[in-house]
């Protein structure tokens, strides 16, 4: 069972920062592509990250690349992702999930099971 939890996230002013945290249970990172989704309210989940299992393969979504930076530590069986210069329309709960088998970033959510998420939200 690929199983994955997220924390890490929290209230924060625009311009702000965040890093969130994806940690792995029953399986090692080492040997998969992780990527971070979100959905705002009344929203379509989307596709923000994603790391292969080398980790120098990344992605991200237009609206957050120069921004937000994904990486991990095989060490911890963890994958981050900081966030900085947080818009209000970054507003959603993020969820982690694994998009593939080694450097196979799919953009779909095909290993795992869907988490609790964490919430993000930016405003004044």
């Known amino acids: 069972q690929l199983n994955v939890v997220e924390s890490g996230g929290g209230l924060v002013q625009p311009g702000g920062s965040l890093r969130l945290s994806c940690t792995a249970s029953?399986?090692?990172?080492?040997?998969?592509?992780i990527g971070w989704f979100r959905q705002a309210p009344g929203k379509e989940r989307e596709g923000v990250s994603c790391?292969?299992?080398?980790?120098?393969?990344?992605k991200y979504a237009d609206s957050v690349a120069g921004r937000f930076t994904i990486s991990r530590d095989n060490v911890k069986n963890t994958v981050y992702l900081q966030m900085n210069s947080l818009k209000p329309e970054d507003t959603a709960v993020y969820y982690c999930?694994?998009?593939?088998?080694?450097?196979?970033?799919?953009?779909?959510?095909?290993?795992?099971?869907w988490g609790q998420g964490t919430q993000v939200t930016v405003s004044s």
């Open positions: 029953g399986f090692a990172v080492d040997y998969y592509a």
């Open positions: 790391i292969g299992s080398s980790g120098g393969r990344t």
């Open positions: 999930a694994v998009e593939g088998v080694g450097d196979g970033c799919s953009g779909y959510a095909e290993l795992s099971s």
